[in-house]
């Protein structure tokens, strides 16, 4: 139950429960920046200079200004409210997108001219339409989110919780189980269990010295767990150094001869950061903080553009978790004070010996609990009758996900599906073409398959009919169901299910034609209407 307070006096910038959601929304953005170091660093061959001296200083510049944004927006929301259980939106690096910036733009730019500089580049303007695409969406957003249902907005983020941001932390927990589960426990019985520790320390806090302790503890018998040395300890304290933003302008200009590639992807994503973000600010107010959806999304759009002017090829983003942080005591210093310290860290070189420092593996189990209550909350908000469209907006992220593990794996043995051969493959039981149709714009599949669900349980078959058409509409041009944007040959990316999409579109429209001419209170047929009640 929500706690109010009748005084009008300026609402508390920091609370206790500040410290446990900084250590846990704090880690997770460390997470998210030490992967993406590694990345620049080893999968672009990025020169450090250039790493720690450009990338990294105008992230944590995007960072700074993101995540104060974003507290002055709850501070806002208690006073006017005189709430003080208000929780800030979590923001920072697109996770999804950092990857597919690096391997779909980055990756073969730089590969293909042999300079990843001019990879960094082409990032830039990747960023730069979608900052673009995100201010312009911002003004329609709000329509989209009040006519479709919030089972469909937090299935598919539940999709993206469960697949995208759980399953990797999951396996990384048992590849080092020493570290792993016993961090996971350590974070269980505190943020489910109410467990308190000595003195009050957060459990992020204490998950990350007990994997240090064990890590180290390993290194010092010759051991190799959590896979720190002081060798490699040794080697980051050479990137230390203070390196401010500065204007990247001119690259951004240089990156625009590769224009043709980027918009191929840079609008769908555009759009899928448009959806994550209602699917967010969906997922605050069901927690009970309610945000002006065009503000966020104006928000992201003008910090990432700022990011990317002054050097960033990483999109800023709402994060996925809000109900997370506030169920551990966040309020609104949490948001700031993440950003303050990553602006540090970045400016000041730290993330390379945090690197060398800190098992990843004891950050894993935080990551796994936000992917937990975020999946949970899809089912604990919405009535228990939509839970079949809940399951149903899951799958297309589950598609895309085993995509990406199958395109990996034939990836390092240095071949590719087309090369094995699709029918060879399908013979086998593996259905890559059907991953690669049904994954293809995951979010945004996962949202119409949602919603035709929930109004085909509340026997709403015009609105059903509605979310078919406009799927029928999103497929033809390559949003769903497709890997690139246009219309093919005239007759749409994918026109067998985008044909399918517009006959289940008619069939819907009869039905309502049909419920319309019976009556409201009378069954399509004499079957009894069946639905998922709560069990007693």
């Known amino acids: 139950m929500a706690t109010t307070t009748a005084t009008t006096a300026s609402p508390k910038l920091w609370t206790p429960g500040d410290w446990n959601a900084l ?44 995540t104060g944004y974003y507290a002055w927006l709850a501070w806002k929301l208690a006073k006017e409210t005189g709430r003080d259980d208000v929780c800030a939106l979590p923001s920072g690096i697109s996770v999804p997108h950092m990857f597919v910036v690096t391997f779909v733009i980055m990756l073969p730019i730089a590969s293909m001219t042999g300079d990843p500089l001019k990879g960094w580049e082409a990032g830039l303007v990747w960023v730069f339409f979608q900052s673009f695409i995100l201010m312009i969406g911002g003004f329609i957003a709000p329509l989209v989110r009040r006519i479709t249902p919030r089972a469909a907005l937090l299935g598919t ?3 993206v919780s ?16 020493a570290i ?9 019985v505190s943020w489910f269990g109410g467990v308190r520790y000595p003195r009050g320390i957060p459990a992020g806090l204490v998950a990350i010295v007990f994997g240090m302790a064990i890590a180290w503890g390993a290194a010092s018998f010759g051991l190799d767990v959590g896979g720190l040395s002081l060798a490699r300890l040794g080697a980051a304290f050479a990137n230390f150094g203070f390196s401010l933003p500065l204007p990247a ?13 980027i918009l191929v992807t840079a609008i769908p994503f555009g759009i899928y950061d448009l959806v994550e973000a209602m699917d967010n600010v969906e997922s605050a107010e069901a927690a009970g903080d309610h945000y002006p959806t065009t503000r966020v999304l104006t928000a992201d759009g003008v910090v ?26 966040g309020r609104i210093g949490y948001s700031a004070a993440t950003g303050v310290i990553v602006a540090a860290l970045c400016w000041f070189g730290v993330v390379a010996l945090l690197l060398a420092l800190v098992p990843i593996v004891a950050i894993s189990p935080i990551l796994l609990y936000i992917g937990m209550l975020i999946g949970a909350q899809a089912f604990q908000t919405t009535p228990a009758s939509h839970a079949p469209a809940i399951v149903l907006a899951l ?52 949202l119409v398959l949602g919603a035709i669900a929930v109004f085909v349980i509340e026997r709403q078959f015009l609105n059903a009919a509605a979310f078919a058409a406009a799927g029928a509409v999103l497929t033809y041009f390559g949003l769903m169901h497709g890997e690139a944007i246009g219309i093919g040959k005239g007759f749409g990316v994918t026109p067998a299910i985008s044909l399918g999409y517009a006959m289940v579109a008619g069939f819907l429209w009869l039905c309502a034609r049909q419920l319309a001419g019976e009556g409201a209170t009378k069954t399509m047929t004499s079957e009894p209407h069946a639905r998922l009640e709560p069990a007693e």
Request: with cysteine.
């Open 23 to 66: 250590f846990g929304f704090g880690t997770n953005i460390l997470v998210n920046l030490l992967v993406l170091t590694g990345l620049l660093q080893f999968v672009l061959k990025m020169p450090s200079q250039i790493v720690f001296g450009r990338i990294l200083p105008a992230l944590g510049l995007m960072m700074l200004l993101s």
């Open 157 to 159: 983020l539940a999709g």
């Open 162 to 177: 469960i697949a995208f941001i759980s399953m990797r932390p999951a396996l990384e927990i048992f590849l080092t189980p």
């Open 180 to 188: 792993g589960l016993t961090c996971l426990a350590i974070i269980l």
């Open 249 to 261: 302008v001119d690259h951004v200009f240089s990156g625009f001869t590769y224009l043709g590639i």
């Open 304 to 329: 990432s553009l700022i990011g990317c002017l002054m050097g960033n090829p990483f999109i800023n983003a709402v994060y996925i978790g809000h109900p997370g942080w506030k169920a551990m005591g």
């Open 395 to 446: 799958t297309p992220h589950l598609a895309a996900w085993a995509k990406v593990l199958i395109d990996g794996a034939l990836g390092a043995a240095g071949t590719t599906a087309a090369a094995v051969g699709i029918d060879k493959m399908a013979n086998m039981g593996v259905l890559y073409h059907g991953l690669e149709l049904m994954g293809g714009g995951a979010i945004l599949s996962g």
